[in-house]
DNA sequence: TCTGGGGTCCTAGGACCC
DNA sequence: TCTGGGGTCCTAGGACCC
């Protein structure tokens, strides 16, 4: 009966995944406390990850660069390369993959394997070495891994999460209760702040309490994710992997920047908007997907925030349109001083083939579209741009009013 | 104690229909 | 007409993850 065969669950989490890759890139930086910055420049510009050597001197991840370089006067910031970290990613998962099919990735620098049907089952401490020792050889000396094993993938991951860095531990069945007393709510996957207050309003303070708390109970005030919680604390996990071959397509696509001060002027804002419908329109085109809603978030100066979202009869993948619906529900928020503004375009599909619109116009429209594409693949991010119109008859309907005389006729 | 930018899933409640 | 109950669709918002 396979039903009864014990699954072997591998969970790699890689150290200080971002700053590690910077310093493997930039071997000056080796050995010195290195800080991964994103956002903007000056006071909004937060670590995005730290370096051993700066997490050894109190600097965290997701922290302001104020308070870093007060812990840390001699910190080096770097900024944030993300195609590179996920170039790197790539090389990890390749390993990976060597050693089982079933392979979910879970993030950026997380992933889960499942070596039960695989000929390592027998041996799983012998793969996890080696795949240390290939991520060493092949992706590069500084770049080190963590890596919990276990019968499910929430104990998998509780080990990894509770012995790195640079861990291998292995937990087999019988072994869950020694794993779970070694851990705090705080430290399942799971249980964040708001969720840790509610659970402590039901009496429940530590593991041992979850695990023997009754489940109708915590399923009344927290819905199914406190029962999975329960199930958790009693090391039952039966969730299983999303392996990356057999992958769904992603729920939503969306893009947010956080300004760098606060802007109050509708105008201003509105082509902030624009652009990030622009880069949504982009992604959700180049990936082959069209969005049937289209979903705004603003957070205000005191981070208080509103979202509206809109469901269109049919989907789109084109800016001018998600810009225009955009309009609609920034028109229906508060009218505040704005810090951050979010677009996203969610409930996708995959975009049909379809054979050239018999209407002129809308092949214009089409062919203007692409070529706007090609440029801007080609020479970066908006280099076409704002100012652009697709096609006379289209202008009518969606061209946003403030754009101005910046034209290009067709 | 207010931190960026990318996501996921769940739930409450209103609108609407029969 | 203001009265039931059940179902579905939709939106706003909450909470979590890295």
Redo the contacts with the bound molecule.
């Keep these: 009966m396979t039903a009864l065969m014990e699954r072997v669950i591998l969970h790699l989490d890689m150290n200080s995944y971002f700053a590690t890759v910077e310093q493997q890139a930039h071997p000056e930086l080796r050995g010195r406390p290195v800080a991964v910055a994103?956002?903007?420049s000056g006071e909004?510009r937060?670590a995005?990850a730290a370096s051993v050597e700066a997490k050894a001197r109190g600097v965290r991840?997701?922290m302001?660069y104020r308070e870093a370089m007060e812990l840390c006067p001699e910190l080096i910031w770097v900024w944030a390369d993300h195609h590179k970290y996920q170039e790197v990613s790539k090389s990890l998962l390749r390993i990976l993959s060597d050693f089982s099919p079933e392979l979910e990735i879970?993030?950026?620098?997380?992933a889960f394997l499942d070596l039960t049907r695989t000929r390592r089952q027998s041996d799983p401490v012998a793969a996890a070495k080696l795949i240390k020792s290939r991520i060493r050889a092949e992706v590069g000396e500084w770049i080190t891994s963590s890596i919990g094993i276990a019968p499910n993938k929430f104990l998998a991951?509780l080990a990894t999460?509770l012995f790195k860095p640079d861990a291998l531990i292995r937990i087999r069945k019988g072994e869950e209760r020694w794993l779970l007393q070694h851990a705090e709510l705080e430290d399942?996957?799971?249980?964040?702040?708001?969720?840790?207050k509610?659970l402590e309003l039901l009496g429940i303070r530590t593991v041992e309490d979850l695990a023997a708390a009754d489940e109708r109970i915590v399923k009344a005030k927290l819905?199914?994710?406190g029962v999975r919680l329960v199930w958790a604390a009693r090391g039952f996990d039966p969730s299983p992997l999303e392996v990356h071959s057999r992958r769904?397509d992603?729920?939503?696509?969306?893009?947010?920047?956080?300004l760098p001060e606060n802007v109050f002027d509708r105008a201003e804002l509105s082509e902030i908007l624009l652009r990030l419908s622009e880069?949504v329109g982009r992604?959700l085109r180049r990936g082959g997907f069209r969005g049937r809603?289209i979903h705004l978030r603003v957070r205000y100066a005191?981070?208080s925030?509103?979202?509206?979202?809109?469901?269109l009869g049919t989907p789109t993948d084109d800016t001018y349109q998600i810009f225009a619906e955009i309009e609609k529900?920034f028109a229906?928020v508060r009218y505040a001083p704005v810090?951050?503004l979010?677009v996203?375009a969610?409930e996708l599909s995959r975009t049909e083939w379809h054979p050239l619109s018999l209407f002129p116009e809308e092949r214009v429209a089409e062919q203007v579209k692409e070529a706007i594409d090609r440029v801007n693949d080609r020479y970066g991010e908006f280099t076409l741009t704002r100012g652009m119109i697709p096609a006379k008859s289209v202008e009518k309907q969606l061209m946003p009013k403030h754009f101005g005389n910046k034209r290009i006729e067709f």
């Design positions: 994103q956002g903007r909004r937060l995005i991840t997701a302001r879970f993030s950026v620098d997380e991951k999460d399942f996957c799971g249980i964040g702040r708001r969720i840790h509610r819905g199914i994710n769904k992603p729920q939503s696509m969306g893009h947010e920047t956080t880069q992604r809603a005191d981070f925030h509103d979202s509206r979202r809109i469901r529900l229906s810090r951050l979010a996203t969610a």
